[in-house]
């Protein structure tokens, strides 16, 4: 698919108040820091359209992009970081876990993973709420220039193992980096599908 157009629309954290209509979205969750906003921006080809860190706790809100006039990526705040407040943390999590109940346009999340870690019992945990909910997700995982092929493989072969502990199939998965543009045609291509399947 070919991104024509890529803008922000909107930010906030009511889930009541984000886009009207019935455009398809796709919303990116996960850890702090794992690259959520750096891969809207890589898979846009855009830099600086969703805002990036080097620390985490970087995106506090439910950002809002339109792409081609058409579909919604949506960068949502990072769970699991520490070092906000508890009440804070309490919020981050009502208005995340209020998102994903409520907001019927999603048509699937994309969970990201950094490809370096085992792995993490919150992901595992969030993926588990996800699916107990029927919510359609596929795995992203992230920063795959850190790693060798080698490593890449086996690390993905040892997710799959843990996961099958708990869960029948393996999600779908992609592996990515917002450095090099890896699984850039990928996930386009996997979206490009949706969009076509939700119109129909
Ligand atoms: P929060 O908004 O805080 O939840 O974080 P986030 O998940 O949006 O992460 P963000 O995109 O801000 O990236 C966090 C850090 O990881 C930044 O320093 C990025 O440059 C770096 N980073 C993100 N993706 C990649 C990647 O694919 N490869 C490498 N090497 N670094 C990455
Ligand atoms: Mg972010």
Redesign the pocket.
């Known amino acids: 698919m070919k991104i024509k157009s890529a803008k922000f629309e909107m930010s906030n954290t009511q889930v009541d108040k984000c886009p009207k209509g019935t455009r398809p979205e796709y919303a990116f969750i ?10 809207i ?2 898979l846009l080809n855009q830099s600086k359209l ?11 809100l439910i950002n809002h992009f339109i792409v081609n006039d058409q579909w919604y990526l949506v ?1 949502l ?2 769970y699991g ?1 520490a070092k906000v407040s508890k009440t804070q943390k309490e919020k981050f999590q009502g208005f995340i876990t209020d998102y994903f109940f409520k907001r019927e346009q999603l048509t699937c999340a994309f969970v ?1 993973i950094d490809i370096r870690l085992e792995p993490q019992k919150i992901d595992l945990d969030f993926m588990s709420f996800l699916g107990e909910n029927g919510i359609p997700f596929v795995m992203v995982f ?5 790693l060798t092929l080698n490593k890449i493989n086996q690390n993905i072969a040892f997710y799959h193992k843990t996961m099958l502990e708990f869960w029948e199939d393996f999600p779908n998965y992609f592996v ?4 090099n543009g890896m699984g850039r045609e990928d996930i386009l291509l996997y979206i490009e599908q949706l969009n076509v399947d939700s119109a129909g």
Do not use: F, H, I
């Open positions: 996960g850890r702090s820091n794992v690259g959520k906003s750096s891969l921006n890589m969703a805002k990036t860190s080097g620390k985490p706790g970087k995106t506090q960068d705040p990072g970081y990201l992230t920063k795959s220039d850190k990515t980096s917002a450095e």
